[in-house]
Nanobody, 119 residues
């Protein structure tokens, strides 16, 4: 059974930090690119960060560049999103997503974890 389970969300004050984790099981994790998305109330889901299957390349949305860092541990089937200097506008549900296009398009989603940045 395929699973992506996010954890690490919570309530944090502006300027604070959180570290999200996404634990994968049921598929060959090392063959998938992993993305973090977020969705704030009343807004569309937004791509926040991406890491390639081997972990060699990361990309970030302009809104989080320099504050968020994504990494992965293929031995533990886990990805991380270190979020520093958090702002109220970072408040959203954060989702982990695994995708590959070869040999066919395959996409898995986690259930999400809530991040709230508020004083």
């Amino acid at each position: 059974q395929v699973q992506l389970v996010e954890s690490g969300g919570g309530l944090v004050q502006p300027g604070g930090s959180l570290r999200l984790s996404c634990a994968a099981s049921g598929f060959t994790f090392s063959m998938y690119n992993i993305n973090w998305y977020r969705q704030a109330p009343g807004k569309e889901r937004e791509l926040v960060a991406t890491i390639t299957s081997a972990g060699g390349t990361t990309n970030y949305a302009d809104s989080v560049k320099g504050r968020f860092t994504m990494s992965r541990d293929n031995a533990k089937n886990t990805v991380f999103l270190q979020m520093n200097s958090l702002k109220p506008e970072d408040t959203a549900v954060y989702y982990c997503n695994a995708e590959r296009t070869v040999p066919r398009v395959t996409v898995y989603w986690g259930q999400g974890t809530q991040v709230t940045v508020s004083s």
